[in-house]
């Protein structure tokens, strides 16, 4: 079941990454780079699981609060027009 998995997170991040450089706005592409560090997450999540490596969900959960975390700071960042 996880063999399956792998291959479909994998595309549709490519998927994703490939909207992300073509959205129509820039609310768009943060959408999609939010979806892009998702579906990345759910990658690193199977492909632990399938290999029976603990300390890469450990890596995942780090690289969910950096997603999280950078996600907010670029919208904010986007809705003050470039003021920090």
């Known amino acids: ?5 792998f291959p ?3 595309g549709c991040g490519l998927l994703f ?8 706005s820039i609310w768009d592409r943060l959408l999609f780079l939010n ?3 998702i579906f990345m997450l759910l ?9 029976e490596i603990d300390y ?6 780090v ?7 950078g996600i907010v700071f670029t919208a904010r960042f ?4 470039g003021k920090i």
């Open 43 to 51: 990658t690193i999540i199977v492909y632990a699981l399938m290999v």
């Open 17 to 24: 990454l490939f909207l992300l450089v073509k959205g129509p």
């Open 56 to 61: 890469l969900l450990d890596i995942a959960i």
């Open 78 to 81: 986007i809705q003050r027009k």
């Open 63 to 69: 690289y969910a609060l950096l997603g999280f975390i």
């Open 1 to 5: 079941m996880l063999d399956l998995l």
């Open 8 to 10: 479909f997170f994998v």
């Open 35 to 37: 979806l892009f560090f």
